[in-house]
């Protein structure tokens, strides 16, 4: 079963500014340079890193986080991104993580990274320029190294990034697993938390994905689905359909509950599994939600209350049985490490240009919004930009979008600003490049649609007790 989740994981996880970025490397930089080709080290906790330096490298070294799966070194997002990459001549490095625990690995994913930065430049030489780049869980790595990595990197590109943290990514799952068991299984005991094995988290995978499948069945069972998924943040444009019209409630319903199809819950609840046995324990808590409130604040209230209605449903009912029987607690330690080490929202040192789909299903574009709000509260708003592409699914980019996102941030690290980093910019910048296209567009996304903000300063005792 064990073997069967990880594989799951795999699956579901599965004129620019030519003068900055293209070119042979200079002369200085050549001459530092110790070693090319394919290189690979062990660090100190056991973790591995690679390294891939062409030989006509131009100086920059862009060090990269991977997302969340396998602890296995990776230095690119994609193979094709990794190829066109070492042609315009950038050298590439990235770890594994500690391979010996969890595969939430932020305990020590920083910290492995900047040691990688340490053990390639010790081979090739100072480069004259280091980004970092990471994906999804490693976008929020590499949010921490944007915060943490002055005078180690000059500029980070996030892509798909888990930017709002551990802490909110488990809140905001429990109440959509919460809204399943309790609405769905009203008679069934689920266990949703404190998982004592990857066996358990799949099980409770299985349990609520049947519930989801019989439920749709009905009416009452998709008004029912259609909250979850609210509360889940969960986009309504789904993988190789047309986006529905904008009130078309039943066919955004539909398009939600493919996404349960797909096996998202299996992501949901082996990831919940990882995140316990890296932070030692519970990390999220509903006790004392009011879910009324709660879908007030959600872009998909309207689409919620017009499934009720055609169902003949009673939303308040429902609401008010959701708000009484939340009574999970959290670990106060466990909110606490998962506060220290899967939490980026302390400002920023370095320029972060974030890149997001529009829809997608396992890392909410809602997120980017609440990264930039505390961003903006740490006072570092002027080194933060978000760009959006109209997609769907998890970091499903285009070579082209994430090379034209690569050199926008190289032109605010040499200029100071971020004039190449808007959507049409983007969007030109990616076509000129003739590779696979692209769909930049202007957008702001909803607000996340979570209960409490992670804390920074200390622990409420209301959110743990």
């Known amino acids: 079963m064990r073997t069967r989740l990880r594989l799951s994981l795999v699956a579901l996880a599965t004129a620019a500014v030519t003068a900055l970025t293209a070119g042979s490397a200079p002369a200085a930089v050549q001459a530092r340079t110790a070693a090319s080709g394919h290189l690979t080290g062990t660090l100190a906790d056991g973790g591995t890193w690679i390294a891939d330096v062409p030989a006509g490298w131009n100086g920059t070294l862009l060090l990269f986080s991977h997302g969340f ?3 296995v070194a990776r230095d690119a997002p994609t193979d094709a991104v990794r190829d066109e990459l070492l042609a315009q001549g950038y050298a590439l490095a990235g770890s594994s993580y500690d391979p010996n625990g969890s595969m939430w690995a932020l305990a020590s994913a920083e910290r492995d990274q900047f040691a990688t930065l340490d053990a390639v430049t010790a081979r090739i030489g100072t480069p004259s320029r280091t980004l970092s780049v990471g994906t999804s869980m490693g976008g929020l790595v590499n949010a921490r190294i944007a915060r943490d990595g002055a005078g180690r990197v000059d500029g980070a590109l996030g892509l798909c990034g888990l930017v ?4 909110d990514l488990d809140n905001y799952q429990l109440d959509a697993e919460y809204t399943l068991a309790r609405l769905l299984l009203p008679e069934q005991d689920v266990k949703l938390v404190r998982f ?3 066996d358990e988290a799949a099980a409770t995978a299985q349990q609520l994905t049947a519930a989801v499948t019989a439920a749709q069945a009905t009416p009452r069972g998709r008004a029912r689905i259609a909250l979850a998924a609210a509360f889940l943040n969960l986009p309504a444009w789904a993988p190789g359909r047309t986006a529905p019209a904008p009130t078309d409630w039943a066919g955004q319903q539909e398009q939600q509950y493919a996404w349960f199809a797909s096996g998202i819950l299996s992501f949901v609840e082996g990831g919940r599994y990882a995140v316990e046995q890296s932070v030692g324990g519970d990390n999220s808590w509903n006790r004392g939600v009011d879910y009324a409130r709660l879908l ?4 998909h209230a309207p689409q919620v209350r017009a499934l009720y209605r055609a169902a003949g449903l009673d939303l308040r009912a429902d609401l008010k049985a959701l708000t009484s029987g939340a009574r999970i ?4 330690d ?3 490490t998962a506060e220290r080490t899967s939490s980026a929202g302390q400002g920023l040192a370095v320029p972060l240009l974030d890149v997001h789909t529009t829809a997608d299903n396992l890392v909410p574009v809602e997120q980017e919004r609440r990264f930039a709000d505390r961003v903006h509260a740490a006072g570092r708003g002027a080194l933060l930009r978000q760009a959006y592409v109209e997609r769907q699914g998890h970091c499903t980019f285009t070579t082209a979008e994430t090379v034209a996102a690569l050199h926008a941030l190289e032109h605010r690290v040499a200029s100071g600003s971020w004039a190449a980093a808007g959507p049409a910019a983007l969007q030109r910048s990616a076509t000129a490049l003739g590779l696979d296209g692209a ?3 202007p957008y702001r996304p909803a607000t996340l649609t979570v209960t409490g903000s992670q804390p920074y300063r200390g622990v409420p005792k209301s959110w743990v007790q």
Request: proline residues 8%; without cysteine; glycine residues 20%.
């Open 439 to 441: 769909a930049y567009v």
């Open 296 to 299: 007030a604040g959600s872009v």
């Open 69 to 71: 799966g396998p602890l």
């Open 164 to 167: 709002a943290g551990g802490t």
């Open 334 to 336: 466990a909110v606490r």
């Open 196 to 198: 004592g094995s990857a």
């Open 329 to 332: 607690t959290a670990d106060p």
